[in-house]
T-cell receptor
Framework: KNQVEQSPQSLIILEGKNCTLQCNYTVSPFSNLRWYKQDTGRGPVSLTIMTFSENTKSNGRYTATLDADTKQSSLHITASQLSDSASYICVVSAEYGNKLVFGAGTILRVKS | DTGVSQDPRHKITKRGQNVTFRCDPISEHNRLYWYRQTLGQGPEFLTYFQNEAQLEKSRLLSDRFSAERPKGSFSTLEIQRTEQGDSAMYLC????????????FGPGTRLLVL
């Protein structure tokens, strides 16, 4: 069964600190992996996308890594800001790229 | 604003009533998706259209649910005889069909069935 598991479920950090979110997946055939940011009461917004051959992708203070051998990905957030408080969802595309398998998300809260 | 829009943003209804949600995709996006998201979970796929054709429906989409995209532009999702278990956020996304397509999500419609 195609599954995406994320850890931790939730995380609280102080403003300015770094954090890393984890994603493990069992999705086949793999097409790509994305990290989405979802603010409370809003739809998810894509942060990064990585295909099988890519190991890392950055988008500002967000850096995603992908290990296709171990089927693991991480999202590293540098110098966190209050506006980073949101749910971060790992999404893996199966087959031809339009079948998305969503993780449950990691809820990040950045405190001042 | 040229993003995906959904209407209404919030809906409260009594059990047994019918509800209909609308999604307006980004113009020229030929694919449109419906998802359901419950609290603390990621979105779950319900159905998707390519132009006006409904190409796939999830087993989550019981016979009380119906979706249409009559002219290949906006779409509606109707839930008949709502149940309390239907309470969720209903998300719409649109994309251009491609090998590594990006789905752009709308703000969602939050449904509460009393």
């Amino acid at each position: 069964k195609n599954q995406v598991e994320q850890s931790p479920q939730s995380l609280i950090i102080l403003e300015g600190k770094n954090c890393t979110l984890q994603c493990n997946y069992t999705v086949s055939p793999f097409s790509n992996l994305r990290w989405y940011k979802q603010d409370t009461g809003r739809g998810p917004v894509s942060l990064t996308i990585m295909t099988f051959s890519e190991n890392t992708k950055s988008n500002g203070r967000y850096t995603a890594t992908l290990d296709a051998d171990t089927k693991q990905s991480s999202l590293h957030i540098t110098a966190s800001q209050l506006s980073d408080s949101a749910s971060y969802i790992c999404v893996v595309s199966a087959e031809y790229g339009n079948k998305l398998v969503f993780g449950a998300g990691t809820i990040l809260r950045v405190k001042s | 604003d040229t993003g995906v829009s959904q209407d209404p943003r919030h809906k409260i209804t009594k059990r047994g009533q019918n509800v209909t949600f609308r999604c307006d995709p980004i113009s020229e996006h030929n694919r449109l998706y419906w998802y359901r998201q419950t609290l603390g979970q990621g979105p779950e796929f319900l159905t998707y259209f390519q132009n006006e054709a409904q190409l796939e429906k999830s087993r989550l989409l019981s016979d009380r649910f119906s979706a249409e995209r009559p002219k290949g532009s906006f779409s509606t999702l109707e839930i008949q005889r709502t149940e309390q278990g239907d309470s969720a956020m209903y998300l719409c996304a649109s994309s251009v069909a491609s090998g590594q397509e990006t789905q752009y999500f709308g703000p969602g419609t939050r449904l509460l069935v009393l």
